[in-house]
C-alpha cells in the first residue's frame, strides 16, 4: 500500500526534523510537543486524491509553551528551515504550509484557545459546554509523537475520556429540542405551506442534528460535516437501524411528505434509544399533529433539562466552529489576496485581445 502522508511526517519528523531540535534546541524541545494533529482530512485519515489540492503535504505540527514561543519561535523555524532537504519520499518540501516550512509551530496556549476557546483542559461544566464539538476531533484526532512533558497528551486524554454524564444530557437535551422543533417541526410547516426554500434548510437541518445526537446517545464525538457520514457508519449501534431511513431519506427523489415520514422513524428509534438507556422513563405512544408535526423528541428535551443540575439548565451549548472561525479570520486577513485566491485554486481568467 502507498505510504500515507501522516505516514512520511511521521518518519520525516523522527528522521530530519527531530535530530535538527536535539542537537540545536536540546532544552526547548524537552519542553515542545510534535505531531500530527489539528486541521486537515488527513488528521482524520480520510485524505484522498481531492485532498491534495491545498494545504496538504508533509508536515509537522509542534506546540511550545507561550514564552519559549515568542522568544524562540523565528529561530527554530529559520535554523530547521536551513538544514531541510528539498524532498523527502517524493514529496517537495518547498513552500510554506499551515504556517511553517513543514515544521508549523505554535504556542500550546494559543492553539489550544483558537480550537477549544480556552486555554487548558475544560473543568466546569459550562467549559465543556462552551467547546465545538466538532473542533475536539481538532485535538484527539491524528498522533502525537514526542511530548516529554506530557502536557498536551494530558488533555487530550480528558477530552478522549468524553463528557462527564450531566454535560452529555445537557447536549442531548439541545440536540432532542433542535431535531425536533427546528427541523421536523419546520419541515411540516414549509410543506404545509409549499415553501421548497425552507423545506431544504429545514430538513437538511433535521438529518445533520438527527444525526448528531446518535453521535452523543453512543458517546462519540462527531466530526465537521465533511465526514459526519464516515464516522456514523462506525457507531456501534445506531448506525445500522438508521442508515436505511438516512439513505432514503436524502436521496433527491424522495419526496417531501416521505422524508417527514422517515425523519419521524428516526425520532422514534433516537427516543427508544434514550428510554433503553434510562435517559428519560418510559412513556405511552404518542400521535404527531397535522400541523406541527411528529416532535417526539422535544418530550425527551424537557424530560431531561428538568432532570439537570440547575447551574446548566439555561447554559446553551456552542454548537458551531466559532474559535476556529475567530482565528481563521485572523490568518486570512494577514494574506495577499493573491495568495489567497492560490490557496482557493482561482486561477484568473486571461482574456483573449
Not at 67 to 85: D, M, S, T, W
Not at 137 to 156: K, N, Q
Not at 297 to 311: F, K, N, R
Request: with cysteine; hydrophobic share 40%.
Amino acid at each position: 500500500m502507498e505510504e500515507t502522508i501522516l505516514e512520511s511526517s511521521r518518519d520525516f519528523f523522527k528522521l530530519v526534523i527531530k535530530p535538527i531540535l536535539d542537537r540545536e534546541f536540546p532544552v526547548e524541545n524537552c519542553q515542545a510537543c510534535f505531531g500530527f494533529f489539528g486541521y486537515g482530512s488527513e488528521v482524520l485519515k480520510q485524505d484522498d486524491a481531492f485532498s491534495k489540492d491545498h494545504h496538504w503535504g508533509v508536515r509537522v505540527n509542534g506546540l511550545l509553551p507561550e514564552k519559549i514561543f515568542k522568544e524562540r519561535n523565528e529561530e527554530i523555524q529559520e535554523v530547521v528551515r536551513a538544514q531541510l532537504p528539498t524532498t523527502w519520499r517524493g514529496h517537495s518540501l518547498n513552500g510554506n504550509l499551515a504556517g511553517g516550512w513543514r515544521l508549523s509551530l505554535s504556542s500550546l496556549e494559543e492553539y489550544l484557545a483558537q480550537t477549544l476557546g480556552i486555554d487548558h483542559a475544560p473543568k466546569t461544566p459550562e467549559e465543556w459546554l462552551g467547546i465545538p464539538e466538532e473542533d475536539i476531533m481538532h485535538i484527539v484526532a491524528g498522533e502525537v509523537w514526542h511530548d516529554p512533558s506530557g502536557r498536551f497528551t494530558e488533555i487530550r486524554q480528558t477530552l478522549d475520556g468524553y463528557y462527564p454524564e450531566p454535560v452529555r444530557l445537557r447536549r442531548i437535551a439541545h440536540w432532542c429540542r433542535y431535531f425536533s422543533g427546528m427541523g421536523t417541526y419546520a419541515l411540516k410547516r414549509a410543506v404545509l405551506r409549499r415553501n421548497e426554500l425552507y423545506a431544504t434548510t429545514a430538513f437538511a437541518k433535521a438529518i445533520r442534528l438527527g444525526i448528531q445526537l446518535a453521535f452523543l446517545l453512543d458517546k462519540s464525538y462527531f466530526p465537521y460535516d465533511k465526514w459526519l457520514l464516515v464516522y456514523f457508519e462506525r457507531l456501534p449501534r445506531l448506525a445500522s437501524p438508521l442508515r436505511p431511513l438516512i439513505n432514503e431519506a436524502v436521496a433527491l427523489s424522495t419526496g417531501w411528505d416521505r422524508k417527514l415520514e422517515l425523519l419521524d422513524k428516526i425520532a422514534d428509534i433516537l427516543d427508544a434509544t434514550m428510554v433503553a438507556d434510562g435517559i428519560i422513563r418510559a412513556h405511552p405512544k404518542f400521535v404527531g399533529s397535522a400541523t406541527s408535526g411528529y416532535r417526539i423528541t422535544e418530550h425527551a428535551y424537557a424530560e431531561v433539562i428538568q432532570g439537570l443540575p440547575q447551574q446548566i439548565r439555561t447554559v446553551v451549548p456552542v454548537w458551531d466552529q466559532i474559535y476556529l472561525e475567530r482565528w481563521h479570520s485572523g490568518y486570512v486577513s494577514t494574506l495577499d489576496l493573491a495568495v489567497w485566491d492560490k490557496i482557493l485554486n482561482l486561477t484568473p481568467v486571461v482574456e483573449e485581445p
